[in-house]
């Protein structure tokens, strides 16, 4: 079984969205969905609704009574998992049909502790009732390890991993804030190198209204100082996934990939105004 981890407050159109997403993953083992809410609206009518539409799919959802952190709610998430495999997803990406199948085939025949997929960031932006897509830039690189000393080139909802690895490491370090993420991989690293699927199976929600923490990076030094001084990794410049495309010294590293997504916004489409606050970037 393959777990996924989703951690969510006050965003139940984008979750809806993001459960018929996972629901139409092409994947032959079974999935477990583990949705936590941190303290906003009850996720439960958006949980019931797509487990009665989706049968093959198992669900596991809980309600926390008041806000404790992303990074909290994705480990209590976790301790729910059942699979041998977990998978996180933000509520606001998607992931293609075929996500969790490529990663799976990959990892169950490896001694590699984790996977990756690559990406695509796209820019929404709703006006009117409508969505519209915006930039659309692909977010693939050569040895994903050999930069996570200076930067974080993996998306979470890219990321497959075994459990029996997350028990070795003893989890996700709340102290960590923003950059769980990147600390994770770091420690992950420690147990093998990951494995790369080269199709851009995920697409990374860019909020092109700036509604997203990390389109002001530098709100999240506190948590950035935090993870240097954690790894020793000195002095590093607050950065997001869009502006890492940027950055010269990384265009050695810049992969080719396959692109799959052919530009339907339907993906994004909630069936209703999107409120709230969310965990993405």
Request: aromatic fraction near 0%; proline fraction near 10%; charged fraction near 20%.
């Given at each position: 079984m393959i777990s996924v981890v989703i951690a969510t407050r006050n965003r139940l159109p984008h979750l809806r969205a993001c459960l018929r997403a996972?629901?139409?993953q092409t994947v032959a083992t079974s999935v477990q969905v583990?949705?936590?809410n941190d303290g906003g609206v009850s996720v439960a009518p958006v949980v019931e609704q797509v487990q009665r539409k989706?049968?093959?799919i198992h669900f596991w959802f809980h309600d926390l009574a008041r806000h404790r952190g992303q990074v909290y709610a994705r480990h209590l998430a976790i301790t729910a998992a059942r699979g041998e495999f977990i998978a996180f997803c933000d509520d606001d990406d998607r992931w293609l049909p075929n996500h969790l199948s490529s990663l799976w085939s990959l990892l169950k025949a490896s001694d590699a502790a984790w996977a990756h997929t690559d990406a695509e960031l796209v820019e929404v932006r709703r006006r009117d009732g409508r969505i519209e897509i915006g930039g659309r830039f692909p977010f693939a690189w050569k040895r994903a390890d050999l930069l996570?000393?200076?930067y974080n080139p993996l998306l979470p909802s890219t990321i497959l991993y075994k459990k029996s690895a997350h028990l070795r490491l003893g989890g996700l370090d709340e102290s960590m804030g923003h950059y769980w993420d990147w600390d994770f991989w770091l420690r992950l690293s420690t147990l093998s190198r990951p494995?790369?699927?080269p199709m851009a199976t995920v697409l990374y929600g860019l909020d092109a209204d700036g509604?997203?923490?990390?389109?002001?990076?530098?709100?999240m030094r506190p948590y950035l100082t935090a993870l240097t001084d954690k790894?020793?990794?000195g002095?590093?410049?607050t950065m997001n996934f869009r502006l890492m495309l940027d950055q010269p010294d990384l265009a050695p590293y810049r992969a080719e990939t396959r692109i799959l997504w052919d530009g339907d916004p339907g993906l994004w489409d909630t069936g209703e105004a999107v409120t709230g606050e969310g965990f993405n970037g």
């Open positions: 996972i629901a139409r583990c949705v936590v989706n049968p093959h996570l000393r200076r494995l790369r699927v509604g997203q923490a990390s389109s002001h990076p530098d709100s790894h020793g990794l002095e590093l410049p």
